[in-house]
């Protein structure tokens, strides 16, 4: 499983790694991680509260065009 930039913010909440050498290396590194910092991102992104408001104002868009479309 990747994760990207819309989860982690590189060096601050966390480090994005490609293989088990760089992973390694970053738990190394996890003290310069400010655990402040990452409840601050959860808090403002992935609550209960705040994926359900976003699911919610996804849900109300009316659907594009091409989703509409049916596979004849």
Same mark, same amino acid.
């Given at each position: 499983?990747?994760?990207g930039p819309q989860i982690?913010?590189?060096g601050e909440t966390g480090?994005?790694?490609? #293989?088990? #050498? ?21 808090e403002q992104r992935f ?6 408001? #976003? ?8 659907? !594009?065009? !091409? !989703? ?5």
């Amino acid at each position: 499983m990747r994760f990207g930039p819309q989860i982690i913010v590189e060096g601050e909440t966390g480090f994005m790694v490609e #293989d088990i #050498d760089p992973a390694v290396e970053a738990v190394g590194k996890i003290e310069q991680i400010n655990r402040a910092r990452c409840r601050g991102e959860f808090e403002q992104r992935f609550t209960d509260r705040h994926m359900a408001e #976003d699911y919610i104002r996804i849900y109300q868009q009316p659907p !594009s065009r !091409s !989703s509409t479309q049916v596979a004849a």
